[in-house]
């Protein structure tokens, strides 16, 4: 187990975004987090990668309990967050976007162009190597994003909704990259309404629900729960499970 959640709460005045969730994720899987619009996904990560404080419940990582831990040193410990709308530097380019964050592992400056260098040819992005992070278009912004988190070097990705807006075309290099990141030993928790890659990629899927954990396990069973099917109906098709 290399992260885990104990009965943590936030609330957001009278709301409860998480509500005593419980849930842990083992080492160099992938783990999916789904639910409805609200269902409290995107706090569940603000919790997780510490941009939020819950009320009650910890948070352990990698043996340590780090609820207390601020974000900048539980990303510099290897608990990483991209974001859902990405946040470059529009005016660099995307080889110095990636070489400031390589930079924080790395003594020089030489080492982190390489090391950023080799990261953005993996990723697929070298065409865009100089251009402005401001002029690229939406699906190598959210390359662009992977790959500053991947110039971290994570022990544990939080990826938020990395698929959303990309092609089918497009997708399918990127769901292949992230179970080649899994083969490669790293974790990775993915906040996905794309749900035919959740079903293929996930090891585990944890079902939210208004704040509160509805399921959690493999993705079959997840697909078959009737409580799932039904925290669904009347979502847009995106959405849905079949
Ligand atoms: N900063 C905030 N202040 C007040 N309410 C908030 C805040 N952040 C989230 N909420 C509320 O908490 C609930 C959970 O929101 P959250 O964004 O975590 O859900 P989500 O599952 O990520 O939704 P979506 O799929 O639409 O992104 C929602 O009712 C939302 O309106």
Known sequence: MILRMEGVSKA?????????????????????????NGAGKTTLFSVISGEQRPESGRILFDGQDVTARPAHLRARAGLVRTFQLTRPFPALSVLDNVTVAAGAHLRTRKEAVAAATGT???????AYLSRPAGELPAAARKQLELA???ALRPKVLLLDEVLAGLTPAEREP???????????????????????????LADR???????????????AAIARDPRVVTAYLGEDSDDALA
């Open 205 to 219: 899927v944890l079902v939210l629900d208004r704040g509160s954990v509805l399921a959690e396990g493999e993705p």
């Open 120 to 126: 953005i040819e993996r990723i697929g992005l070298g």
């Open 174 to 200: 990127m769901i292949t990259l992230l179970g080649e990141l899994r083969a490669e030993g790293m974790t990775l928790v993915l906040v996905e309404h794309v749900m035919p890659a959740v079903m293929r």
């Open 12 to 36: 957001f005045g009278g709301l409860r975004a998480l509500d005593a969730v419980t849930f842990e994720v083992e080492r160099g899987t992938i783990h999916a987090v789904i639910g409805p």
């Open 148 to 150: 500053r988190a991947l």
